[in-house]
């Protein structure tokens, strides 16, 4: 896992960080007049960075001085009170998110301009059904882009969905052919297909980088539309433009996607969005994550109650499958590590992989048993140190006391006492 040092994610890092600095630096003073309009102008040129319109931006700085003069409700300070009001405040500007009812027979159409995403999207969705029990068949009915019936069968046949040319039964998911620009002819063309499949859903694809300019496109399908879904979320600082002008034209975001693998899509959920914007975390969201690949690994949390370096391994195992080690971090309220900490953070996990590879059986299932000769035999097999055996043995050995003072239902409490009691009590980092 190498961190990517693209220009365009540097960016976005500056940006979040820049709101989550304003935001540190209001909640370490007072809540003065002065101190609400500092924060209030680093909104505004973090917003407009993201390509949010300035009209937007503008009638959220006066919802934000109206609300801040508000009598804070029982329990909370005048300094939490402001805070929570630009929380809301951020929530409403990217919209409500879209609740997507999931049918076993469920069919769906996605429409777009060349280069949006498409049909990347459209193997993204295939694998989000297919982790909720339902298979569907990707169908491609691109006719004018060379290739794009092979992209979508090719993405198809690594999760295992048919890939055909027709429009087929359902449950489906339709890739319809995109245009340089949306004209009469695209329109003509994607209400034919919903004449003929009747789908449940039509969501219109646009990357994150056409800012402000989505909210034109959705306007433009009007009523054919079922919601909005933005690729490239990771890829571009206009993001939060994009999420705000489908806001404004009254088009949800169902899905956003989040980097290149066909994991990384979810729904969009903007209370959750927002929370890691700010360095809030994501523990809701953190939980769902880990719930899908409990399946997938075999890991039965069950397994905690008798931990050994196989339980231990499956944990990590998982922790791999959930994505970018970042991502997970950064669900966690962990945004602000540097670039060195999280290489460091990487390089320890894939170590004590390669570690735990190199034990027996017999050691996997009792670590006690690990004398001096059989550490120096790990360390030489998995290309580490004996302070690196030593290290993990440590480490193995604290979670384990943990464990035993967090059994019967105390940890899943303490998780969500510590990550989802609400606003107040928030840890500003």
């Known amino acids: 896992m190498i961190l990517n040092s693209n220009p365009i994610r540097e960016v976005i890092g500056s940006l979040a960080a820049r709101l989550r600095s304003a935001i540190r630096s209001f909640a370490s003073r007072g809540a003065s007049k002065k101190e609400l309009e500092n924060l209030i102008r680093e909104l505004q040129r973090v917003l407009i960075a993201s390509d949010v319109d300035v009209k937007l931006v503008s009638e959220l700085s006066k919802r934000i001085r109206e609300k801040a003069k508000e009598k804070p409700l029982p329990g909370l300070t005048v300094k939490e009170h402001v805070l929570r009001v630009v929380y809301d405040e951020l929530v409403r500007l990217v919209g409500e998110g879209s609740e997507i009812p999931v049918k076993r027979d469920v069919k769906m159409v996605l429409v777009g301009l060349f280069g949006s995403g498409k049909t990347t999207t459209a193997a993204k969705l ?11 068949t990707l169908a491609s009915l691109d006719r004018d882009r060379p290739a794009a019936y092979e992209q979508l069968k090719q993405l198809g046949d690594r999760m295992g969905l048919e890939t055909v040319r027709e429009i087929p039964s359902p ?3 339709v890739d319809t052919a995109g245009r340089d620009a949306l004209d009469q002819k695209m329109l003509k063309e994607v209400r034919e297909v919903v ?6 859903h039509v969501f219109l694809v646009v990357p994150a980088e056409m800012g402000h300019e989505a909210g034109k496109q959705a306007a433009a399908f009007g009523e054919l539309l079922t919601a909005v879904i933005v690729t490239r979320m990771d890829g571009s600082a206009k993001g939060g433009g994009a999420l705000s002008a489908c806001a404004s034209a009254g088009v949800p975001v169902a899905f956003i996607g989040t980097g290149e693998r066909l994991d990384d899509f979810e729904l969009f959920n903007p209370k959750r969005y927002v929370s890691r914007l700010l360095g809030w975390g994501d523990i809701e969201g953190l939980l769902e994550k880990a719930k899908e690949v409990q399946s997938e690994v075999k890991f039965d949390p069950k397994d905690l109650s008798t931990l050994n370096m196989l339980t231990f391994y499956k944990q990590m195992e998982a922790l791999t499958k959930m994505g970018p080690f970042e991502k997970v971090l950064q669900m966690v309220g962990l945004t602000d590590l540097d670039k060195k900490t999280m290489e460091g953070l ?3 996990l894939k170590k004590y992989k390669a570690i735990i590879d190199s034990m027996t059986r017999e ?3 009792n670590p006690d048993i690990l004398s001096r000769s059989r550490v120096e035999r790990i360390a030489a097999g998995s290309g580490t140190s004996t302070s690196d055996v030593r290290g993990l043995l440590k480490e193995f050995n604290t979670m384990k006391k943990m464990l035993k003072g967090l059994r019967g239902g ?6 969500l006492k510590k990550g989802l009691k609400g606003f107040k009590g928030m840890k500003f980092r």
Not at 195 to 200: F, M
């Open 363 to 365: 050691e996997r299932l």
């Open 410 to 415: 105390k940890l899943g409490k303490y998780a």
């Open 195 to 200: 004449r003929k499949l009747k789908p449940h």
């Open 346 to 348: 990487k390089a320890k």
């Open 126 to 136: 295939g694998y989000w059904l297919k982790k909720r029990g339902i298979t569907p």
């Open 171 to 173: 449950p489906c998911i």
